[in-house]
């Protein structure tokens, strides 16, 4: 069961364009999320994370937008850029967990070409 | 730098034989530490929680006898795979959390191979 889920494996996009990344969940105790950039044979960084009592937040180039009712949080960056490609995770938890238990989705692999 | 160190960053081992994986961390005393565990392609699976001084917490499906987890020390948590099995072989990832944010800071991840 699939708490958390990205349903993009991959994204290819344009330097100076936007990139989307999307991910949806389906525990309705989850009310705090996270968004992980991962390289391979590396572990994840922190990126940005955002509130349930929030719909935005913004960081940098980075903006995570939240949707509670549709269950759904994505990534922007923009401007992108060549370093950005990666992998990224959304995370998921709640205070039922003491906001411990990160539950990740599959990841989507972001390309940016020059 | 880095805030979460593992040691070894990879193994090969022959079946049957036991690993231990290390995980420190280096900038704060962590409470809370965390083993996840992450397949090809596939996402991260927490494994267990191990609490400083108290047994760890298995998540349902995880073999406890198999993967032996000990945090003796507020910067130090091991994993230990006990008798690994080619199916072992895998991606091993350690978080510690940093009591003064609550945030997650993960290590750069051991790959086991099992021969």
């Known amino acids: 069961d699939q708490q958390v889920k990205q349903n993009s494996p991959s994204l290819s996009v344009q330097e100076g364009r936007i990139s989307i990344l999307n991910c949806d969940y389906t525990?309705?105790?989850?009310?705090?999320f996270l968004w992980y950039k991962k390289y391979p044979a590396e572990g994840p960084t922190f990126l940005i994370s955002?509130?349930?009592?929030?719909d935005k937040n913004e960081d940098g180039r980075f903006t995570v937008f939240l949707n509670k009712s549709a269950k759904h949080l994505s990534l922007h960056i923009v401007p992108s850029q060549p370093g950005d490609s990666a992998v990224y995770f959304c995370?998921?938890?709640?205070?039922?967990?003491?906001?411990?238990?990160?539950?990740f989705g599959t990841g989507t692999r972001l390309l940016v070409s020059p | 730098g880095a805030v979460v160190s593992q040691h070894p960053s990879w193994v090969i081992c022959k079946s049957g034989t036991s690993v231990k994986i290390e995980c420190r961390s280096l900038d704060f005393q962590a409470t809370t530490m965390f083993w996840y565990r992450q397949f090809p392609k596939q996402s991260l699976m927490l494994m267990a929680t191990s609490n400083e001084g108290s047994k760890a917490t298995y998540e349902q499906g995880v073999e406890k006898d198999k993967f032996l987890i000990n945090h003796a020390s507020l910067t130090l948590s091991t994993l230990t795979v006990t008798s690994a099995h080619p199916e072992d072989s895998s991606f091993y990832i350690c978080s510690a959390q940093n009591p003064s944010t609550d945030t997650q800071y993960f290590g750069p991840g051991t790959r086991l191979t099992v021969l």
């Open positions: 995370a998921a938890t709640g205070s039922d967990t003491g906001f411990q238990k990160l539950v």
């Open positions: 955002i509130s349930s009592i929030k």
């Open positions: 525990n309705s105790m989850f009310d705090y």
